[in-house]
């Protein structure tokens, strides 16, 4: 079943409006090429999903054959498997923008500033939305809230191909940051409604490989084909994608929270006390990732490193691998120790950056801030969840919030080293600061008892 929806959400998107749309400009032979592509990449995609999803469902299937396991049932595998499937397409959708958006607003002739300030209230969008997105997801559902993220970054893509007016591609742009600001939200309260208590972080540490995924995968290939489908074809090809993780969220069988209750609006950006320390080492590894992902090309620049593209593809393969292989020892390891070695590995990545001369030692830091990092998102998430057990969206959207200001706010604090001590300076404060992420995480409450979480 999962096959079949991925199958007609990529290929059979071809027949959607956008791909008819390409087909009377390109003709007849372009289209065939971009179907028969489509075709293998289906084939193996509907492998590599079924083998990632098993990783993460197998603990579902074994807790529904116990008794009083009423709500991981094989229902419940069969959902964990469509939502991560939609988030693949999602994301796709996502990144798919991230080299045609800025060529766009380049291209139609708007200024530096006009283009940076449309850019820029992508983050602006996500950080007061984000605690709106947790609120809706507990109060309104999470499949709803899945259809409104697809919707709207399905608008806020095509849209843009059709207007060069800089306010409508601000609107168009704040579309798209709503959108994924929902999705990802209501997707990751979901997996954590599914995924038994005993094993949700495994369960969120696999899910995460979709996002993943297509970091490592779509920019390039998207880069590949704009040759033939062109900045607009891009436009409509993320929209379909989108559409495409739309279509399969209506297929997805959401649990009722039996514990939901209302909320009072003027609540809505007051952090509780529980999640005050878990959203300040949030922000400390948000801080320590912002500092490689947005500075890293700078590094490889000026020290003359090489090629920065295999080094962001050496992290979406580390961070994955270790998504896999660290997943099972997630449920039954000390989660604070877990923590700790994340933290660790993260901020000797960032050292390792501070020093490096050469490609070899680059690519050894990369892969240690890839550990890090497939470690600490899942296990924050968790301990999030965890604290505020019945507002699972709240929780979830607490957690991205402290993170995104930690990629934000990061770099401000981190720019007078970049001035007065260069590269070496910056990289050496990105590793103090998630030093400060390990030194405060034995500060974390245990995780509840499972019984004690169930009750709940």
Not at 14 to 34: D, K, M, V
Not at 195 to 221: D, V
Not at 442 to 447: E, K, L, N, V
């Amino acid at each position: 079943m999962v096959t079949y929806f991925y199958g007609a959400t990529l290929t059979g998107r071809l027949n959607s409006l956008p791909f008819r749309f390409l087909q009377r400009g390109y003709g007849a032979p372009e289209f065939e090429r971009l179907t028969s592509c489509c075709d293998r990449i289906t084939k193996t995609a509907e492998k590599l999903i079924l083998m990632l999803t098993a990783c993460g469902t197998r603990t579902i299937v074994q807790e529904s054959l116990q008794p009083n396991k009423v709500t991981h049932t094989p229902s419940a595998t069969h959902s964990y498997r469509l939502v991560w499937v939609a988030t693949l397409l999602f994301y796709a959708a996502y990144y798919a923008l991230l080299i045609p958006m800025p060529l766009y607003l380049t291209g139609i002739g708007l200024p530096d500033w006009q283009v940076s300030v449309i850019l820029g209230a992508f983050a602006i969008a996500s950080l007061i939305g984000r605690p709106i997105a947790g609120v809706l997801t507990d109060t309104w559902g999470r499949r709803q809230m899945l259809f409104v993220g697809a919707g709207s970054l399905l608008i806020g893509a095509t849209c843009v191909s059709l207007t060069t007016q800089p306010a409508l591609l601000f609107i168009f742009r704040i579309l798209q940051a709503s959108g994924h600001v929902a999705f990802t939200t209501a997707a990751f309260a979901l997996v954590a409604d599914l995924a038994p208590i005993e094993q949700r972080l495994s369960a969120l540490a696999i899910f995460g490989i979709a996002a993943n995924l297509s970091m490592s995968l779509i920019p390039a290939a998207t880069n590949a084909i704009l040759g033939l489908v062109t900045l607009k074809g891009a436009f409509w090809l993320a929209g379909a994608l989108a559409a495409g993780s739309g279509l399969l969220a209506g297929f997805i069988k959401t649990k009722v929270l039996a514990h939901k209750r209302p909320h009072a609006w003027r609540m809505v950006f007051r952090v509780e006390r529980e999640l005050i320390l878990p959203m300040l080492i949030s922000w400390l590894f948000g801080a320590g990732y912002g500092a490689f992902l947005q500075f890293l090309p700078l590094l490889a620049e000026r020290r003359s490193l090489g090629p920065v593209g295999l080094a962001y593809t050496t992290y979406g393969v580390s961070i994955i691998l270790t998504r896999i292989a660290s997943g099972r020892l997630f449920d039954f390891a000390n989660r604070n120790r877990i923590m700790a070695a994340g933290f660790i590995s993260l901020a000797a990545g960032l050292a390792g950056f501070a020093c490096a001369g050469s490609l070899t030692t680059l690519l050894c830091g990369v892969v240690l801030v890839g550990v890090g990092s497939g470690i600490l998102h899942p296990a924050l998430i968790a301990v999030h969840v965890d604290a505020l057990p019945t507002e699972r969206g709240r929780a979830v959207s607490d957690f991205y919030l402290a993170f995104d200001l930690g990629l934000g706010i990061g770099a401000w604090i981190m720019a007078p080293a970049l001035q007065w001590f260069g590269i070496t300076g910056l990289y050496v404060v990105a590793a103090v600061l998630s030093a400060l992420g390990f030194l405060l995480v034995p500060y974390i409450q245990p995780s509840s008892s499972i019984e004690e979480l169930k009750s709940r």
